[in-house]
T-cell receptor, first 111, second 114 residues
Framework: TQLLEQSPQFLSIQEGENLTVYCNSSSVFSSLQWYRQEPGEGPVLLVTVVTGGEVKKLKRLTFQFGDARKDSSLHITAAQPGDTGLYLC???????????FGPGTRLSVLP | DAGVIQSPRHEVTEMGQEVTLRCKPI?????LFWYRQTMMRGLELLIY????????DSGMPEDRFSAKMPNASFSTLKIQPSEPRDSAVYFC????????????FGPGTRLTVT
């Protein structure tokens, strides 16, 4: 059983469309991170959210941490082919006893 | 500045052989992490170090796996003896602090055990 669930597992959209991917858990996390990974490379950190209800924006990407600190979402506006990749959420359990990754959402943005 | 450096990038070995993966973290970073990524299990934390000291190795799958960090600029992950189910991409990451924040990942080592 995954501590962190991500949905959808796969997503294929046209350039210019908007999309939202989700990261959910039944556990509370002290922080959640979002990474993007491209083939043959390591994950690259996009953002860390710490406070329940927190919203962070990174250009066309908007990240939200749920009020109860159990879930998070990533919204991309006007997706571009360069957004293609594997989007991973990762969480640190309270008191730092564990750090886990979700299985990821594989996004493909078609030109 | 150079990022996290891992070597080799690819390793193919036969079952039963010893495998050593190497990592050079970003200079000045205080924490180092070893991960394994497979299609079935995703990205899993194996072990991490703070100031060269192993903090949590509960993710190391078996006694065949061991990791060392003799100094602040070098770490190794050793598998002895290797088995086909160890085939995966192994990532090293480092962070400036003593927690899981702001991890910078290396390019990974793709290990194939035949």
């Amino acid at each position: 059983t995954q501590l962190l669930e991500q949905s959808p597992q796969f997503l294929s959209i046209q350039e210019g469309e908007n999309l939202t991917v989700y990261c959910n858990s039944s556990s509370v996390f002290s922080s959640l991170q979002w990474y993007r990974q491209e083939p043959g490379e390591g994950p690259v950190l996009l953002v860390t959210v710490v406070t329940g209800g927190e919203v962070k924006k990174l250009k066309r990407l908007t990240f939200q941490f749920g009020d109860a600190r159990k879930d998070s979402s990533l919204h991309i506006t006007a997706a571009q082919p360069g957004d293609t990749g594997l989007y991973l959420c990762a969480g640190e359990e309270p008191r730092g006893q564990n750090f886990v990754f979700g299985p990821g959402t594989r996004l493909s943005v078609l030109p | 500045d150079a990022g996290v450096i891992q070597s080799p990038r690819h390793e193919v070995t036969e079952m039963g052989q010893e495998v050593t993966l190497r990592c050079k973290p970003i200079s000045g970073h205080n924490s180092l992490f070893w991960y394994r990524q497979t299609m079935m299990r995703g990205l899993e934390l194996l072990i991490y170090f703070n100031n060269n000291v192993p903090i949590d190795d509960s993710g190391m799958p078996e006694d065949r796996f061991s990791a060392k960090m003799p100094n602040a600029s070098f770490s190794t992950l050793k598998i002895q003896p290797s088995e086909p189910r160890d085939s995966a991409v192994y990532f090293c990451a480092s962070s400036p602090g003593l927690a899981f924040d702001e991890q910078y990942f290396g390019p990974g080592t793709r290990l194939t055990v035949t």
